[in-house]
């Protein structure tokens, strides 16, 4: 039953980089990912490489095929590289943007070509960047030279680990509007766009953009506690839903998993896992939503 192999499609990297970068937004001295680390009571990720090793040894743990690390603060592409060229057959590269940033779209390249990263993430209402501005369509313009694909956060955001260090989140949620999206993906109707947790809230937009757009798709990572803005509405009801206007080849599992020793989030694969059984999908459609499309999106590049 649990025979197929099974991607995971959203989990974040959590480098040295990423809580030293966490450290200076906190301001003070140089706080190092160590001390961050003992603060939260997370594993410390020691260096890039070990980090890349834990990951793997937990999808062997875990029966888990292929997962996408995202390098979760703008500038830490090469954290997520190393760890892809440590573990090529295992690991696809994302990493967030902010293109707000002078060298935004020399950045998208050299992370979608020399460093070989997949996917560009984009998170419109943490960096104040519409997704109609040029800013953002100059990057989406360089991802799409260099043949990638498009994360694009929409909905409510709220980052856990900013809040338990206490960083300001002065996120603008209009921003995240799947509607602005579906004008973008119509705009580059080649490039495929990824949206995390259904539209994470605006559910309806997100399948209108979908259904505008045959370059959008969905992932179904995390716990997708957006459904309860919407009275009544199940996670069963969004899979159906979903599965309805989108089709079995844009549904795309994620887990959101991204601390050690917390680890894997295997809880969000059992209950996702049920449901698709619950709602009769059949075994072909589940292959493609565990595995099949991500492997699509994401061809091996090792044989
Ligand atoms: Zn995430």
Redesign the pocket.
Known sequence: MTSDPINDS?C?FFSPAFFSALGRQRGGDAQDASRICRELEWEDPGTPDALADRWARELDAHGVGRAAL?ASVPGDEDSVASAVRRHPGRFVGFFMLDPSAADAPERVRRSLTERSLRAMCLFPAMHRVPLDDDRTLRAVEAAAAAGGVVFVHCGFLSIGVRRRLGLPSPFDLRLGDPLALSRLALAFPRVPFIV?HFGAGPFREALMAADACPNVHFDT??SNGWIRYQPGLTLDAVFQTALAVLGPSRLIFGT?S?FFPRGWQRPVFDLQTAILERIGVSQEDRALVLGGNFERLFPGKES
């Open positions: 959203h974040h995202i995390p990572s995390s959101d991204s």
